[in-house]
C-alpha cells in the first residue's frame, strides 16, 4: 500500500514499475480486474469499483473491498451485482463520465446540494458498508474517448482510520489512470482480435455465441483461482496464467470452423458418423496454433484439443496428430486413439471441460431444453472422478455463487 509516508517521487516511481507490469495483461477483463488492485494500493483505499462504457451506460466490472472481504473465509470473493446505469449528472461516476472531470468528496454522505449527482446509499444499507470519501476519474484515450471510470472508497491513514483523499491523490489517480488507460487499449485490440476469430465460428455454429464464450472463459477463470487457492500454486503464478487461460478459453472451439455446415448447422443429434467428424474440431482448433509465438498460443492449443478428454480416459480426440487427427496411439479393442486420462490432461483442458459441459446444459440448445439447474449439478457430481478431475468440481462447487452471477451476467439473447 501507499501510505502519506512515502515521498511524492517513491509513489510517482511505483505507479510507472506497475505501468510495465499492466502493458503485460493481455485479456481486457483481467486487466480491469488488476488495474482496480493497483489503483487503490496507490491512494491506499480500502475499497472500489471500475466501470466499462457502454454506449450512454456505465457497467460495473468489479468491485473490491478489504473490510468486507476480511469477513469471507480464505479463498472465498466478494459478490457484487452486474448494473449499469445511465451516463448523465445523477450518479459521480456518470458525471465523470459525462464532463471527462476527476470528483473528490471528502463524505459522500454530506454533498453540497449544490452539485447536481448524489450518492446511491443502496449498496451501504445492503453490504452494511459505510462509504465515506470517494475519489473517481474517467478512463480517457489518448484521443479523448471515455473507456470507462475508475471509482476509489475510503482513504486510510497509517492507521487504517477513514479519511478524506487528498491532492496528492488526484495526483497519483490522475497519473495512474492515463497510464491504465494505454494498457486498456492493448487489450482492447487482442480482445477484438479474439472476438473477430470467435464472431466467424458463430457465423458458422449458431451455438457459438458471444454469450456462450463469455460465460465459458469467465467460469474458466474463476474455477481456476480456486483451484490454484486449494493447490497453494504461487500467486504471481496464478494471476499470470488467469490471464491467458481467459483468452485461451474463449478459443477453446474455433475448429469448428472447419467443420461442415452440414453437420454444424443440423437442428438434431449427430449419427454416430457425424459424431466422429464432429470430435475433429478438437484436434482442427489445436491446429491453429501450431506455431507456439506466446503462452496464449500453447494453452489456446492445449484447450482446443483437450477439452472433450475425460478424467477416465474415455474421452476424445486422445492421443492424435495435430497435423491429420490419426491416432499415434491406438487401443487394440476399439482401435481408435487411446485417450488422455488424469493429468495427462493439461489444468486448461480439464476446467474448460467442465465450464462448457455445464453451460451446455444449462442453455437452450436446437435439440433440447435447457436443463433445470439442480439436474444439471446433479449431473456434474454424478460425473466427478469420471469425466471430470474430482479437484476441478470441488473448485466449481466452492464457488458456486461466483457461477450463477456470471450465468446472469450473460444471458442468451433470447433470455435478456
Keep these: 500500500m501507499a ?12 505507479i510507472i514499475e506497475t505501468e510495465t507490469h499492466l502493458n503485460k495483461i493481455q485479456d481486457v477483463d483481467v486487466l480491469m480486474e488488476q488495474i482496480l488492485t493497483e489503483a487503490r494500493k496507490v491512494v491506499h483505499a480500502d475499497a472500489g469499483s471500475i466501470y466499462v462504457r457502454d454506449g450512454d451506460r456505465l457497467a460495473i466490472h468489479y468491485a473490491q473491498n478489504d473490510t468486507l472481504q476480511k469477513q469471507l473465509p480464505p479463498g ?7 448494473f449499469s446505469f445511465p451516463i448523465n449528472e445523477k450518479t459521480i461516476a456518470g458525471y465523470s463520465a459525462l464532463t471527462n472531470q476527476l470528483v473528490n468528496e471528502p463524505d459522500v454522505y454530506e454533498i453540497s446540494p449544490k452539485k447536481p449527482y448524489k450518492f446511491g446509499r443502496q449498496t451501504d444499507a445492503v453490504s452494511g458498508y459505510r462509504t465515506v470519501s470517494n475519489l473517481t476519474i474517467p478512463l480517457r484515450t489518448s484521443g479523448g474517448r471515455i473507456l470507462g ?6 482513504a486510510l491513514d497509517e492507521q487504517d482510520n477513514v479519511t478524506a483523499f487528498d491532492k496528492d491523490d488526484e495526483l497519483y489517480m490522475s497519473h495512474f489512470a492515463a497510464n491504465a488507460t494505454v494498457a486498456l487499449e492493448h487489450a482492447h485490440l487482442t480482445r477484438s482480435m479474439v472476438l473477430r476469430m470467435i464472431r ?11 454469450p456462450h464464450v463469455n ?55 449427430f449419427t454416430e458418423d457425424e459424431y466422429h467428424i464432429m470430435q475433429g474440431h478438437t484436434w482442427l482448433g489445436a491446429k491453429l496454433f501450431n506455431e507456439i509465438e506466446s503462452p496464449v498460443d500453447k494453452v489456446a492449443r492445449e484447450v482446443a484439443l483437450t477439452h472433450h478428454e475425460n478424467w477416465d480416459g474415455s474421452g476424445y480426440p486422445g492421443k492424435v496428430s495435430v497435423d491429420n487427427g490419426e491416432p499415434l496411439k491406438t487401443n487394440p479393442s476399439t482401435g481408435k486413439a487411446v485417450g488422455l486420462k488424469g493429468e495427462e490432461i493439461p489444468i486448461a483442458g480439464r476446467i474448460v471441460a467442465l465450464a462448457d459441459v455445464y453451460d451446455a446444459l444449462s442453455c437452450k440448445r436446437v435439440y433440447k431444453e435447457p436443463w433445470d439447474e ?26 458456486l455463487p461466483s457461477i450463477k452471477a456470471i450465468r446472469d451476467r450473460f444471458p442468451d439473447a433470447e433470455e435478456s
Design 3 to 14: 501510505y502519506k509516508s512515502q515521498t511524492r517521487e517513491e509513489i510517482l516511481s511505483g
Design 76 to 82: 472465498q470473493k466478494i459478490l457484487y451485482s452486474f
Design 149 to 154: 471510470v475508475l471509482q476509489v472508497l475510503n
Design 200 to 210: 466467424m465460428s458463430e457465423l458458422r455454429d449458431p451455438k457459438e455465441t458471444g
Design 215 to 269: 460465460r465459458v472463459s469467465s467460469y474458466a477463470v474463476e474455477v481456476y483461482d480456486r483451484w490454484a487457492f486449494n493447490n497453494s500454486v504461487d500467486e504471481n503464478e496464478s494471476k499470470k496464467f488467469r490471464d491467458t487461460l481467459k483468452i485461451a478459453s474463449m478459443l477453446h472451439d474455433v475448429g469448428k470452423v472447419a467443420i461442415s455446415d452440414l453437420i454444424l448447422k443440423k437442428p438434431a443429434r
Design 374 to 399: 439442480d439436474k444439471v449439478l446433479t449431473e456434474i457430481k454424478g460425473l466427478r472422478g469420471t469425466k471430470f478431475d474430482p479437484a476441478v468440481v470441488d473448485a466449481f462447487f466452492e464457488i
